[in-house]
């Protein structure tokens, strides 16, 4: 079975640090970018990083609002994908999903997602 | 960046009846679109990719259309399982962005 669990969540005060982990099973790991959605309490999605495969320099993109804070890395060995988040805000408060992404027709799209696991920034 | 608006942010509908929900871009995207479905507590699930892929082990009541700046995902006759919220989301560029959502609720 195809599968992402995440894990690492918890309750965290502002300005501290966390790191979240992605772990695969059921694929080729390593064939596969993967990226990290998340959503706020009550809110719609957002997208927040991706990085490529081994074979496309496991570069990596990250939305305006967690660049230069959040860093997401790889250990195709593991399988697993991590999320590194440094100097966390209150508005970082949210379920933070890893997905698996789809290269297909031209395009990118999420097509597995893991059961997500829920960061809370506060003092 | 680009800008998604989904619309209507809310619909109610019956079982059995047709469901369209447009998404537009602020700039062209190619086909470059894809549609999730999320039920409350859970993982949002992929539908659509490509603006007209059905994934697969989706039904086939699930279809999409469009290309450059206007999307609609259709609900062909709505099952009770389809209740649920629904994003576009924009694959062209970086930073990717989602729709704001559109509620689907049971008439």
């Known amino acids: 079975e195809v599968q992402l669990v995440e894990s690492g969540g918890g309750l965290v005060q502002p300005g501290r640090s966390l790191r979240l982990s992605c772990t695969a099973s059921g694929f080729t790991f390593g064939d596969y970018a993967m990226s990290w959605v998340r959503q706020a309490p009550g809110k719609g999605l957002e997208w927040v990083g991706f990085i490529r495969s081994k074979a496309y320099g496991e570069t990596t993109e990250y939305a305006a609002s967690v660049k230069g804070r959040f860093t997401t890395s790889r250990d195709d060995s593991k399988t697993i994908a991590y999320l590194q988040m440094n100097s966390l805000k209150t508005e970082d408060t949210a379920v933070y999903y890893c997905?698996?992404?789809?290269?297909?027709?031209?395009?990118?799209?999420?097509?597995?997602w893991g059961q997500g696991t829920m960061v809370t920034v506060s003092s | 960046d680009i800008q998604m608006t989904q619309s209507p942010s809310s619909v109610s509908a019956s079982v059995g009846d047709r469901v369209t929900i447009t998404c537009r871009t602020s700039q062209g995207i190619s086909s470059w679109l894809a549609w999730y479905q999320q039920k409350p507590g859970k993982a949002p699930k992929l539908l659509i990719y490509a603006a007209s892929s059905l994934q697969s082990g989706v039904p086939s009541r699930f279809s999409g259309s469009g290309s450059g700046t206007d999307f609609t995902l259709t609900i062909s006759s709505l099952q009770p399982e389809d209740f649920a919220t629904y994003y576009c989301?924009?694959?062209?560029?970086?930073?990717?962005?989602f729709g704001q959502g559109t509620r689907l609720e049971i008439k």
């Open positions: 997905t698996r992404v789809l290269a297909a027709a031209g395009t990118f799209a999420f097509d597995i």
């Open positions: 989301q924009q694959a062209n560029s970086f930073p990717f962005t």
